[in-house]
């Protein structure tokens, strides 16, 4: 896969510190699948790792990708101007894979909404999404979605439900007894768990996108694998053979 060349258009914050980057590439990157991502390349010439971003929106020659910044490298991307190059890898991984018959169920902590978004865009009016943030103001990232309905929960209990996304879940599962749900959910390790508890008993299907540090990107480092349940296989890169994974496969 070739690098392809892009310019940085708009590089802006929005509501709780979410930043969204918008890259006009030389060429559109194809075919993406829900839940795929890219390898970024800086510009900035001290930060020499490619950063994995899920992606938000591809139109065309538009890339847009919806961060947070948490360390150097998305530190450096904030300060980049508009016109500033940068290099992207991808679509890359494996996405989600939607069994049109399934009532879905997406539920999303924080920064996570990023990578279930293109999937909710795609599900329109048959996905629920299950949103979770720590104050009322970050509901704003899911602000332009269109035709999902939306469930939210904030920690600090200003808007939605009180609580974590998982305990909202938790209240609305038995509505979808008999409807054949399906869990797609990206958000920290903790949610991940927490999803694990509270889906065991019935064990609804779910797919997880899993965040983990990456080096490559391309499955030649090994350097973001995950540990699995198969004894036989297990250990699995999350850049290749993921980033989304059934949660029952996987050993947390
Ligand atoms: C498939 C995939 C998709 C992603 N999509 C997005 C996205 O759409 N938007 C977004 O804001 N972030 C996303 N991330 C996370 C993003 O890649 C990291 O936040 C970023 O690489 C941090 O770089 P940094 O140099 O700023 O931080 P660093 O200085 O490298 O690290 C700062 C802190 O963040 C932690 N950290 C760094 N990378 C990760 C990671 N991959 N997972 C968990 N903790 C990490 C470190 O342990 C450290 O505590 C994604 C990660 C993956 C693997
Ligand atoms: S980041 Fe190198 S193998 Fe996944």
């Known amino acids: 896969m070739d690098d392809i060349p892009g310019k940085i258009v708009g590089n802006t914050i929005g509501a709780g510190g979410f930043r969204r980057l918008i890259v006009r590439l030389e060429r559109p990157l194809g075919r993406v699948t829900p839940g795929q991502f890219i390898m970024l390349k800086i510009p900035e010439r001290e930060v020499f790792l490619r950063r994995p971003f899920s992606i938000y929106d591809s139109r065309g020659k538009t890339l847009t990708v919806m961060y947070r910044v948490v360390g150097k490298g998305t530190d450096a991307l904030a300060a980049a101007a508009a016109k500033a190059p940068v290099m992207v ?19 999303a902590g924080g920064i996570g909404f990023a990578g279930v978004r293109m999937l909710l865009k795609r599900l329109g009016e048959r996905g629920t999404l299950f949103l979770g943030v720590t104050t009322g103001d970050e509901l704003k990232i899911a602000e332009d979605l269109e035709g999902s309905r939306l469930l939210t929960a904030t920690l600090d209990g200003s808007r939605g439900f009180a609580g974590d996304v998982v305990s909202l879940l938790g209240r609305h599962l038995d509505e979808y007894r008999g409807k054949s749900p399906e869990v797609f959910a990206c958000g920290p390790s903790g949610m991940v768990k927490s999803l694990r508890k509270l889906l065991e008993p019935s064990g609804i299907p779910c797919q997880v996108s ?24 297990p250990y699995k890169r999350v850049c290749k053979e993921g980033p989304v994974f059934s949660l029952w496969d996987l050993s947390l």
């Open 89 to 107: 890898l991808g679509p890359l991984g494996r996405g989600f894979t939607v069994n049109k018959k399934n009532t879905c169920l997406v539920v």
């Open 210 to 233: 899993v965040e983990e540090r990456m080096a490559c990107g391309m499955g030649l480092c090994f350097g973001c694998v995950v540990a699995m349940k198969d004894e036989t296989n």
